[in-house]
């Protein structure tokens, strides 16, 4: 039992090291499965916790809505300047409001 709870503190402490080129070029060249599957899997412990995906998916959201802002500016540009504007409002915003909301304007 103590062999075994030893060879499990080994493992966990060399489990979340990277492992370096030698151990993989020495793994590669023998036929052991495990160990392959072993440096597979700890090398990929060792990009997924150095990757940061929460800091670059932050940077993602946050620049396409800056990029989503001007383009929606631009459109109702070009919407207010062909005076589109109001037929759009008149014909398609107006009866979805009136739809969901119901007619306050009599209140």
């Not at 052991?32 to 990757?51: D, V």
């Not at 670059?56 to 005076?83: D, E, G």
């Amino acid at each position: 039992m103590k062999k075994l709870l030893n060879y499990l503190k080994i493992f966990t402490k060399k489990l979340f090291k990277r492992p370096n080129s030698r151990e993989i070029l020495f793994i590669l060249n023998k036929n052991i499965f495990l160990k392959k599957l072993e440096i597979i899997f700890r090398e990929a412990i060792f990009i997924i916790k150095n990757s940061r995906f929460s800091e670059k998916s932050a940077q993602l959201s946050y620049i396409s809505i800056l990029s989503l802002v001007p383009l929606i500016a631009v459109i109702f540009t070009f919407i207010h300047t062909f005076n589109g504007f109001n037929n759009f409002l008149n014909e398609v915003i107006s009866p979805i409001i009136t739809k969901h909301f119901g007619n306050m304007s009599s209140q």
